[in-house]
């Protein structure tokens, strides 16, 4: 028996730009439209998030903005092929790319957890190291500057003894 389960539907991540030529109001209808697609030929869809309206690292038809939208679904791995096609095919979408994502079990989200965890504590740990090597920096100055005498003081003090008539 294999490690993974091949009987389960494969899991799809779909990030898509919509020109900004539509207003963010105008987004929602098209955002719509593309999940609908996804629904209509078979699949669901288990994730929908609205980045918002970024700049393009170059320009596309002539757009240097575009509305970022991320779209998780299910779906049969033979048929994707449609949904690829009909994206192409809307002028509101500028770009779009569907790749395969693993599905992530309780194991993984757990080992996940554990390292996210691993990584704080190590980042506390240095920030604590840090505060105190600034702290011994500190009282290193201040130790100096307690030890250093004014020369004005010194030749006050010079001064006193001098003037003074029993200096044997």
Not at 94 to 121: G, N
């Amino acid at each position: 028996m294999s490690k993974t389960n091949t009987s389960r539907i494969p899991h799809y991540e779909l990030l898509y730009i919509v020109s900004n030529k539509f207003t963010e109001d105008e987004v929602k209808p098209i955002m719509k439209k593309v999940t609908d697609i996804i629904n209509n030929r078979g699949g669901k869809t288990t994730l929908i998030e609205e980045w918002g309206k970024k700049r393009l690292a170059y320009p596309v038809k002539n757009f240097s903005h575009a509305y970022y939208v991320l779209a998780e679904f299910d779906f049969e791995g033979e048929k994707v092929e449609s949904i690829d096609r009909d994206l192409r095919m809307m002028s509101e979408i500028l770009r779009h790319q569907i790749v395969s994502k693993r599905v992530k079990t309780a194991e993984d989200i757990k080992k996940e957890k554990e390292i996210s965890q691993k990584i704080a504590a190590r980042k506390e740990k240095e920030a604590e190291k840090e505060v105190k090597e600034t702290e011994k920096k500190e009282e290193k100055e201040e130790e100096k500057k307690k030890g250093k005498v004014d020369m004005g003081e010194l030749d006050e003090k010079l001064d006193k003894i001098l003037e003074t008539d029993d200096l044997l």
